[in-house]
């Protein structure tokens, strides 16, 4: 069945009903909303870009972006993000998608913590952190209508969404806290984690091995 929402139609594809079915059973309601409304207004953003997108890639990309705070990854010592992308990745290719769509599915997923640079990649990298940004930052909260940011929100709601994702950040990086050196999620374990040291970008240069 078509499922549209805020004038965006869901692809109504076998891979994308699968990627719903596992992240359902994989993610919390918390997480499971979230990243459908990183699908939402990842493609909202595009429309206003005028970018050809492939949705069902970026809806695979939304949808996985944060599977690696997830139980099954909490001894990982990877990057969340990574985590996240290599499922996509491996759970893409185990169902026929090609190498290359695959790629970029990772590379969304990847990045979508790492600020200035997805924007200049291809639309299905783009808009993964597009959505994010909206959702968790509301960097484009003001460039969506209350419309469709009602009907987003109504469909897939946030209740308490700022203090819950937060929480959810820190707890899916506590075992793991040399993977947010140069990662925005070091901020959250400096506000959550009692006598956590950052790793110092600049001390790391002053003494390393090298004489000068």
Same mark, same amino acid.
């Given at each position: 069945?078509?499922?549209?929402?805020?004038?965006?139609?869901?692809?109504?594809?076998?891979?994308?009903?699968?990627?719903?079915?596992?992240? +359902?059973?994989?993610?919390?309601?918390?997480?499971?909303?979230?990243?459908?409304?990183?699908?939402?207004?990842?493609?909202?953003?595009?429309?206003?870009?005028?970018?050809?997108?492939?949705?069902?890639?970026?809806?695979?990309?939304?949808?996985?972006?944060?599977?690696?705070?997830?139980?099954?990854?909490?001894?990982?010592?990877?990057?969340?993000?990574?985590?996240?992308?290599?499922?996509?990745?491996?759970?893409?290719?185990?169902?026929?998608?090609?190498?290359?769509?695959?790629?970029?599915?990772?590379?969304?997923?990847?990045?979508?913590?790492?600020?200035?640079?997805?924007?200049?990649?291809?639309?299905?990298?783009?808009?993964?952190?597009?959505?994010?940004?909206?959702?968790?930052?509301?960097?484009?909260?003001?460039?969506?209508?209350?419309?469709?940011?009602?009907?987003?929100?109504?469909?897939?709601? +946030?209740?308490?969404?700022?203090?819950?994702?937060?929480?959810?950040?820190?707890?899916?990086?506590?075992?793991?806290?040399?993977?947010?050196?140069?990662?925005?999620?070091?901020?959250?374990?400096?506000?959550?984690?009692?006598?956590?040291?950052?790793?110092?970008?600049?001390?790391?240069?002053?003494?390393?091995?090298?004489?000068?």
């Amino acid at each position: 069945m078509t499922d549209t929402i805020a004038g965006i139609t869901i692809p109504d594809t076998a891979l994308v009903r699968d990627i719903t079915e596992y992240i +359902r059973e994989q993610e919390n309601d918390l997480l499971f909303h979230h990243s459908r409304r990183v699908f939402l207004f990842g493609a909202l953003m595009g429309q206003q870009r005028e970018l050809d997108v492939d949705l069902e890639l970026l809806y695979a990309g939304a949808m996985f972006h944060d599977l690696g705070l997830t139980e099954p990854y909490s001894a990982s010592q990877l990057r969340f993000e990574v985590d996240g992308a290599n499922a996509a990745r491996n759970f893409l290719t185990t169902r026929g998608v090609d190498d290359d769509r695959a790629a970029a599915v990772w590379v969304g997923i990847a990045l979508h913590t790492t600020p200035g640079v997805p924007e200049h990649m291809a639309p299905e990298v783009a808009l993964v952190t597009a959505g994010v940004e909206t959702d968790v930052l509301g960097i484009w909260y003001h460039a969506l209508t209350d419309e469709q940011r009602d009907a987003v929100t109504e469909a897939h709601p +946030r209740p308490d969404f700022k203090n819950q994702i937060l929480a959810a950040f820190a707890h899916g990086n506590l075992h793991r806290p040399d993977s947010t050196f140069g990662d925005v999620n070091a901020d959250v374990l400096a506000h959550f984690v009692p006598d956590y040291q950052r790793t110092d970008f600049v001390e790391i240069i002053r003494t390393n091995p090298w004489p000068n």
